[in-house]
């Protein structure tokens, strides 16, 4: 019995040890490079999960008396700065600052090629799309996957110029037929005096270009100038196959090999670029000297290597003026954020909200700032 009881113990200790390392890998995950250890961010995924198995560890261990708690105490402790990331505390409803400042609205929206192809199954997904924009009525909008056809059939440019946004700057990175077009697009009420591209992709994609995965855009408002980034990093690509890996998951438990393989290979893909793409961007937004207003798709969630590389030294308006987990993602897989605007320190968040719109697989994200006009160019 006695010997039984040592056992149990050690081996109820040695499993703790090893969710702890799990755990403190996880959080690795957030600091090191996938250029450098590839499957590192696979671990990183499961920041929540070995947090979860951490904590009943600790429950048990309370419960049984025994200050072995600690060892996960510890572990968890150490993950906090992560925490923060993946969850809001903090709403701030209005600002007290007594400075005279400049106001900005702006939105950031995935907004799928405006369904398109009607993968909402919704007859009236294009006007939706519109009506959210004109209820939300944003200073600037940042598009990605923005699509134009220059027919009157579905011409979206045009129809936003109608709708107060007459300036604007489009990189129609594939063009077909001469009148489908698709890219980036970032629209203005204020006028744009300045306009770039950046990141362009090395390799081709299925239509033989090499995209720019973000523009940048100086717009004057009043007596000052702010730079608005937009981009659209890499995409995991996940098809047919792959979502049906999943759903198959969810129902049975069972992973089928062929489409596991794949989600891996596309995820270690995804993290590759992604991570060349972030250090890119990384370096153009340094070199800024006007107060910068950074939009997106990331494709990556708060807690990667990624996103700690672009957050620094920069406002995370769903962490300043948000709660939650904040998810951003429609689809298949639910309650992740990979969605962001992120300010530079010159900006106050005023307000941010995820809006409501199920048309894409992206939710539109939409934020207040303001800035002293002491600071303006």
């Known amino acids: 019995m006695k010997y039984l009881k040592w056992l149990l113990s ?8 090893i969710f702890v390392v799990l755990l403190l890998v996880s959080l690795s995950s957030s600091y090191i490079s996938p250029a450098k250890i590839w499957i590192i961010p696979f671990f990183g995924l499961m920041l929540p999960v070995f947090t979860f198995i951490n904590v009943l560890f600790v429950i048990a261990w309370i419960l049984r008396r025994r200050y072995f708690a600690v060892v996960s105490l510890l572990a968890i402790s150490a993950c906090l700065p992560q925490y923060f990331k993946l969850f809001a505390t903090r709403i701030q409803l209005s600002s007290n600052n007594p400075i005279a400042t400049q106001s900005i609205k702006i939105m950031s929206y995935n907004v799928r090629d405006f369904d398109l192809y009607n993968w909402s199954e919704n007859e009236h997904s294009k006007e939706e799309i519109f009506h959210t924009l004109k209820e939300k009525n944003p200073d600037i909008i940042c598009f990605q996957e923005f699509y134009n056809d220059t027919t009157k059939e579905f011409n979206t440019i045009e129809q936003l110029k109608k709708n107060g946004y007459p300036y604007y700057f489009f990189t129609r990175e594939v063009v077909l037929r001469g009148t489908d077009e698709w890219g980036i697009a970032t629209f203005s009420k204020y006028p744009i005096v300045n306009k770039g591209n950046i990141m362009k ?6 239509y033989g270009k090499k995209p720019f995965k973000g523009i940048y855009t100086d717009i004057k408002i009043g007596d000052s100038t702010i730079c608005v980034v937009n981009v659209h990093l890499q995409s995991l690509y996940f098809g047919k196959k792959e979502y049906e890996t999943i759903a198959e998951f969810k129902e049975t438990q069972d992973l089928d090999e062929h489409g596991t393989r794949s989600i891996v290979t596309k995820l270690k893909t995804g993290f590759s670029r992604r991570t060349k793409q972030a250090e890119e961007l990384k370096a153009f937004l340094d070199k800024q000297t006007k107060p910068v207003l950074l939009c997106g798709d ?4 708060p807690n990667s290597y990624v996103m700690n590389l672009i957050a620094k030294n920069r406002k995370d308006a769903f962490l300043e003026n948000g709660f939650g987990i904040g998810h951003t993602y429609n689809g298949m897989i639910p309650f992740i954020r990979i969605d962001y605007i992120f300010a530079s320190t010159n900006f106050d968040v005023q307000q941010f909200q995820i809006v409501d719109n199920k048309i894409s697989d992206h939710y539109p994200i939409y934020g207040v700032f303001t800035w002293a006009l002491a600071e303006k160019e």
């Open 201 to 206: 992709q090395p390799f081709k994609t299925g």
């Open 298 to 301: 990331f494709n990556d969630l």
């Open 10 to 17: 050690f081996t109820s200790r040695t499993v703790n040890l």
